[in-house]
């Protein structure tokens, strides 16, 4: 009696330990297939740490910061004075193209190429009369070079990015004007920070829209912008 309790106290241990060697290999089994798929998924989500892009932005410090000049009947002025007022004004966009380097998913580095400028009419006139004597068209134009830093704030995709960042380095302002001392081109300071940067991309190709501005100047007496580039949209090409 004792053996035939013995052996079925045996055949019982071999059971549940066999029981539990197929527990053991489905939950592996189950563990290596969940690895597989992770695996998978991580090669489909491809990282793109380089980055080119074109956009534009809007001109809104220009309009308001160099109007036209109100007319006057000067056809009522004495003497032989000469007047001369800007008119006929017409703006262009900034226009610009980056390079983004994104080492990790935070940060990025990279240095941007933005252009904008106006044309406008120097319209004179001579006192007693309202007929323009001379009319000499005018343009000024700014070349901004500025290295920048960005900070991805989300960053669980590829597809979504939203960030900001800031631009700092030099800016050329030229034209046909010239200066006290006879000079047309100024070198300045130029820096344009980028409060909040959304971009979505699809494959190598994305769009993004900012929100900041855009700073170029001299000294407190020579602004060359303040408030330009407070919108802007551009799309690229990333890979």
Request: aromatic share 16%.
């Amino acid at each position: 009696m004792r053996q035939v309790i013995a052996v079925l106290v045996a055949l019982l241990g071999l059971g549940s330990l066999s029981a539990k060697a197929q527990t053991d290999s489905t939950v592996l089994k189950i563990i290596e297939e969940n690895h597989e798929i992770i695996e998978q998924k991580y090669k489909a989500f491809k990282t793109f740490p380089h980055q080119i892009r074109l956009g534009v932005g809007d001109w809104f410090f220009d309009t308001v910061a160099f109007p036209d000049t109100p007319h006057r009947p000067y056809s009522m002025a004495p003497g032989d004075m000469t007047f001369l007022e800007q008119q006929d004004h017409r703006f262009i966009p900034h226009l610009f193209i980056e390079y983004d380097w994104t080492p990790s998913k935070r940060w990025g580095f990279g240095v941007m190429l933005d252009f904008f400028g106006f044309r406008w009419n120097n319209v004179t006139y001579k006192a007693g009369s309202d007929t323009p004597v001379e009319t000499s068209p005018e343009h000024c134009e700014n070349w901004a070079v500025m290295g920048h830093v960005r900070y991805n704030w989300y960053t669980k995709n590829e597809k979504w990015k939203v960030y900001s960042a800031l631009h700092a380095g030099l800016d050329v302002n030229t034209g046909s004007e010239t200066d006290m001392y006879g000079k047309t081109t100024e070198i300045g300071f130029a820096f344009s920070p980028t409060l909040l940067g959304v971009q979505y991309g699809y494959g190598h190709y994305f769009a993004a829209a900012e929100i900041g501005s855009h700073f170029a100047l001299k000294d407190a007496l020579n602004l060359y912008s303040a408030l330009s580039k407070i919108v802007t949209i551009s799309a690229g090409v990333r890979f």
